[in-house]
Protein backbone atom coordinates (compact mmCIF):
# COMPACT_ATOMS: atom_id res chain seq x y z
CA UNK A 1 0.00 0.00 0.00
CA UNK A 2 1.42 3.41 -0.53
CA UNK A 3 0.01 6.20 0.89
CA UNK A 4 0.17 10.02 -0.47
CA UNK A 5 -0.49 13.31 1.73
CA UNK A 6 -1.02 16.50 0.22
CA UNK A 7 -0.12 19.50 2.28
CA UNK A 8 0.24 23.21 1.71
CA UNK A 9 -2.73 24.29 0.31
CA UNK A 10 -4.40 28.15 1.57
CA UNK A 11 -5.18 30.99 0.13
CA UNK A 12 -3.27 33.70 -1.79
CA UNK A 13 -4.11 36.62 -3.13
CA UNK A 14 -3.62 36.55 -7.18
CA UNK A 15 -0.02 36.99 -8.28
CA UNK A 16 1.02 34.96 -4.87
CA UNK A 17 2.90 32.06 -4.87
CA UNK A 18 2.28 28.38 -2.86
CA UNK A 19 4.02 25.39 -2.57
CA UNK A 20 2.27 22.27 -2.76
CA UNK A 21 4.08 18.98 -0.96
CA UNK A 22 3.03 15.49 -1.60
CA UNK A 23 4.31 12.91 1.54
CA UNK A 24 5.04 9.54 0.17
CA UNK A 25 4.86 6.16 2.30
CA UNK A 26 4.09 2.84 2.06
CA UNK A 27 5.56 -0.19 0.68
CA UNK A 28 6.12 -0.37 -2.81
CA UNK A 29 8.94 -1.27 -4.95
CA UNK A 30 9.17 1.05 -7.71
CA UNK A 31 7.42 4.91 -8.55
CA UNK A 32 7.11 5.15 -11.98
CA UNK A 33 5.75 8.17 -12.03
CA UNK A 34 3.94 10.77 -9.55
CA UNK A 35 1.76 14.05 -11.22
CA UNK A 36 -0.62 16.67 -9.52
CA UNK A 37 -3.98 17.15 -10.88
CA UNK A 38 -6.49 19.52 -9.48
CA UNK A 39 -9.98 19.67 -9.70
CA UNK A 40 -12.44 22.68 -9.66
CA UNK A 41 -15.76 23.01 -8.75
CA UNK A 42 -18.09 21.53 -11.10
CA UNK A 43 -15.20 20.86 -13.26
CA UNK A 44 -13.40 17.89 -14.37
CA UNK A 45 -10.05 16.32 -12.99
CA UNK A 46 -7.34 17.77 -14.63
CA UNK A 47 -3.67 16.90 -15.05
CA UNK A 48 -1.00 19.83 -13.78
CA UNK A 49 2.64 18.78 -13.69
CA UNK A 50 4.47 15.16 -13.62
CA UNK A 51 7.60 13.78 -12.62
CA UNK A 52 8.82 10.52 -13.87
CA UNK A 53 11.20 8.01 -11.90
CA UNK A 54 13.80 9.43 -13.92
CA UNK A 55 13.43 12.97 -13.08
CA UNK A 56 11.61 14.02 -16.44
CA UNK A 57 9.33 16.55 -16.02
CA UNK A 58 6.09 18.03 -17.82
CA UNK A 59 3.49 20.22 -17.47
CA UNK A 60 -0.20 21.38 -18.86
CA UNK A 61 -0.31 24.34 -21.22
CA UNK A 62 -1.92 26.20 -18.06
CA UNK A 63 0.88 26.35 -15.86
CA UNK A 64 4.30 26.50 -17.95
CA UNK A 65 6.21 28.76 -16.54
CA UNK A 66 4.36 29.51 -13.69
CA UNK A 67 5.20 26.16 -11.45
CA UNK A 68 7.67 23.49 -10.73
CA UNK A 69 7.56 19.87 -10.02
CA UNK A 70 10.34 18.29 -8.29
CA UNK A 71 11.11 16.11 -5.46
CA UNK A 72 13.41 15.52 -2.57
CA UNK A 73 13.39 11.60 -1.24
CA UNK A 74 9.67 10.76 0.19
CA UNK A 75 8.25 14.26 -0.78
CA UNK A 76 6.93 15.96 -4.28
CA UNK A 77 6.71 19.48 -4.43
CA UNK A 78 4.68 21.62 -6.65
CA UNK A 79 5.80 25.42 -6.64
CA UNK A 80 3.66 27.70 -8.16
CA UNK A 81 3.59 31.38 -8.70
CA UNK A 82 1.72 34.13 -10.40
CA UNK A 83 -1.22 32.34 -9.01
CA UNK A 84 -4.34 33.51 -11.18
CA UNK A 85 -8.15 33.47 -9.46
CA UNK A 86 -8.84 30.35 -12.08
CA UNK A 87 -6.19 28.08 -10.19
CA UNK A 88 -8.56 27.81 -7.45
CA UNK A 89 -9.42 24.21 -7.08
CA UNK A 90 -8.37 20.87 -5.08
CA UNK A 91 -5.16 19.65 -6.07
CA UNK A 92 -4.35 16.24 -5.43
CA UNK A 93 -1.31 14.11 -5.99
CA UNK A 94 -0.79 10.82 -7.46
CA UNK A 95 1.54 8.03 -7.90
CA UNK A 96 1.88 4.85 -10.18
CA UNK A 97 3.83 2.06 -9.78
CA UNK A 98 4.70 -1.66 -8.94
CA UNK A 99 4.03 -2.97 -5.50
CA UNK A 100 5.89 -5.17 -3.68
CA UNK A 101 4.35 -8.17 -5.37
CA UNK A 102 4.63 -6.67 -8.81
CA UNK A 103 1.16 -5.51 -9.27
CA UNK A 104 0.44 -2.13 -10.49
CA UNK A 105 -0.72 0.29 -8.54
CA UNK A 106 -2.49 4.05 -8.96
CA UNK A 107 -2.85 5.87 -5.86
CA UNK A 108 -4.50 9.04 -4.44
CA UNK A 109 -4.08 11.81 -2.11
CA UNK A 110 -6.93 13.25 0.17
CA UNK A 111 -6.07 16.69 -2.00
CA UNK A 112 -5.13 19.97 -0.40
CA UNK A 113 -7.57 23.46 -1.44
CA UNK A 114 -5.92 26.03 -3.32
CA UNK A 115 -8.05 29.09 -3.01
CA UNK A 116 -6.90 32.19 -5.00
CA UNK A 117 -8.51 35.40 -4.03
CA UNK A 118 -8.16 38.97 -3.28
Known amino acids: QVQLVESGGGLVQPGGSLRLSCAVSGSFRRIYNIRWYRQAPGQQRELVAS?????STDYTDAMKGRCTISRDNAKVYLQMNNLKPEDTAVYYCNADGSNIDYQSFSSWGQGTQVTVSS
Open 51 to 55: ITFGG
